[in-house]
Nanobody
Framework: EVQLVESGGGLVQAGGSLTLSCQAS????????IGWFRQAPGKERKGVSC????????YYEDPVKGRFTISSDNAKNTVYLRMNSLKPEDTAVYHC??????????????WGQGTLVTVSS
C-alpha cells in the first residue's frame, strides 16, 4: 500500500525556519518524482517544489526560490523540505505527493494528509 506521511509543521515567527518531512512507504522515493504542494485557507492548491532524485532534478516555484530546499534521503525513504526565511504568506497546509514522470508537470498519483505551517508576523 502506497502511503505518504508528512510531519514537521507548526507555528513559527516570520523569518524563522522549519523542515518538513515526507515519509514514504509502499514504494521507493528514488524511483519517482516527489512534490510538495500547499493550500492556504480559501485558496487553490499550488505547487511548491519537486525532486526527481534519480536524475538529480529539483524544481522550485518562484515564491520559494532561494528560501526553500528540497532533498531526498533514499536510505530513509524520506523527502524533506527545508524552509528558511518564512513569511506569513507561506502559511498553508503542506502536502507531499508522488507524481508522474516529470518534475515539474507530473500527474499527481498519491497524496499525504498534510501538515499545517503557520507563520506569524
Amino acid at each position: 500500500e502506497v502511503q505518504l506521511v508528512e510531519s514537521g509543521g507548526g507555528l513559527v515567527q516570520a523569518g524563522g525556519s522549519l523542515t518538513l518531512s515526507c515519509q514514504a512507504s509502499g514504494f521507493t522515493v528514488d524511483r519517482y518524482v516527489i512534490g510538495w504542494f500547499r493550500q492556504a485557507p480559501g485558496k487553490e492548491r499550488k505547487g511548491v517544489s519537486c525532486i526527481k532524485s534519480s536524475d538529480d532534478i529539483t524544481y522550485y516555484e518562484d515564491p520559494v526560490k532561494g528560501r526553500f530546499t528540497i532533498s531526498s534521503d533514499n536510505a530513509k525513504n524520506t523527502v524533506y523540505l527545508r524552509m528558511n526565511s518564512l513569511k506569513p504568506e507561506d502559511t498553508a497546509v503542506y502536502h507531499c505527493a508522488r507524481m508522474g514522470s516529470y518534475c515539474p508537470g507530473g500527474s499527481l498519483e498519491f497524496w499525504g494528509q498534510g501538515t499545517l505551517v503557520t507563520v506569524s508576523s
